[in-house]
């Protein structure tokens, strides 16, 4: 137990003396009598993660229920198919969610002196991996609302920068919440310098592009690069005749994103067996790597990588 340096003047300064712990100091059974400088120390761990990571993709859209966690799932694992090391961080506080597609959502983590370890997915052939973090990982139990104000958002976007133990990664692709509130924030102060960028996510209808169109400007004015949009429910294919229905009236939104600059990176019909696959906690890429949906996240990552190498 470290003991508290007093001065002449009897005020208590902070301990000099580094911490070797890996986790935010909220985690620490010595929280309560630790004289370290905590806030520094959790600062410098965020800085630390962050450093090891090459590249960091924000998905996300304004609109919720336009597929943002079927996109970053299937996004990461298409990148880790690739041989890329990569982690999927969920940022999705009320509907924490990303560990579903990988068939993990009721594991636990658990906390090391070198911080909390990330859920590993391992695909059956043992050739796709990748590192899983998320709040749904922590709680008591997979009903369990999180009825949380913003200072505690602030600080488990705080976790899971810093206190998870991602170690290096080549991707850290984030499950981002819908809207432009507090936990984008957070993130996009904490990647101030970082190689990030965002991917926006929508489906066909005018409201959600619409929607898509104040994601954007909010990352216009955060300076928060962005790769593209991808639209997905864009359509349905007949199993019939092979042929699309367009299910929703095409809406001139989308002109605006092309001319805001923004490419369209894929188009992903709406498809029951990238529905199944979902629930059944096996990723389309993996479960079945030559349907028209894999294809589809596997050309997405393709274009992903088609990105300057950090500096």
Not at 53 to 65: A, F, P, Y
Not at 130 to 159: C, Q
Request: hydrophobic share 40%; charged share 20%.
């Amino acid at each position: 137990m470290p003991v508290p340096i007093v001065t002449l003047s009897g005020q208590i300064e902070t301990d000099p003396s580094p911490c070797a712990r890996g986790h935010a100091c909220s985690f620490c059974p010595e929280e309560d009598s630790c004289q370290r400088d905590k806030p520094g120390h959790d600062r410098d761990l965020v800085a630390e993660r962050l450093a090891a990571m090459d590249r960091i993709l924000l998905v996300l859209g304004n609109k919720g229920g336009v597929g943002k966690s079927t996109v970053a799932a299937n996004l990461a694992a298409a990148l880790a198919q690739k041989g890329h090391r990569v982690g999927l961080a969920d940022a999705d506080i009320h509907g924490p969610n990303a560990g579903v597609f990988f068939g993990c959502q009721g594991e636990r983590v658990r906390v090391g002196s070198g911080g909390i370890r990330p859920t590993r997915y391992q695909s059956p052939d043992g050739a796709t991996g990748l590192a899983l973090g998320s709040l749904a990982m922590l709680l008591p139990e997979l009903d369990s609302p999180v009825v949380w104000r913003d200072a505690y958002k602030f600080e488990f976007i705080h976790h899971l920068a810093g206190s998870f133990d991602w170690g290096p990664l080549d991707y850290w692709v984030v499950d981002m919440p819908p809207g432009t509130g507090n936990e984008l924030i957070t993130l996009c102060d904490l990647l101030e310098g970082r190689q990030a960028a965002a991917l926006l996510v929508t489906t066909p209808q005018a409201i959600a592009l619409h929607d898509s169109l104040k994601a954007a400007r909010f990352c216009r004015e955060r300076g928060l690069p962005i790769l593209g949009w991808v639209e997905n429910m864009a359509g349905v294919v007949c199993p019939h005749c092979g042929g699309e229905i367009q299910l929703f009236p095409t809406s001139e939104l989308s002109e605006r994103l092309t001319a805001a600059g923004l490419a369209t990176l894929a188009r992903l019909p709406l498809s029951p067996r990238l529905a199944f696959r979902s629930d059944a906690g096996a990723p389309v890429v993996v479960a079945d790597p030559g349907s028209q949906e894999a294809e589809s996240f596997t050309d997405l990552a393709s274009r992903c990588t088609d990105w300057p190498a950090p500096s």
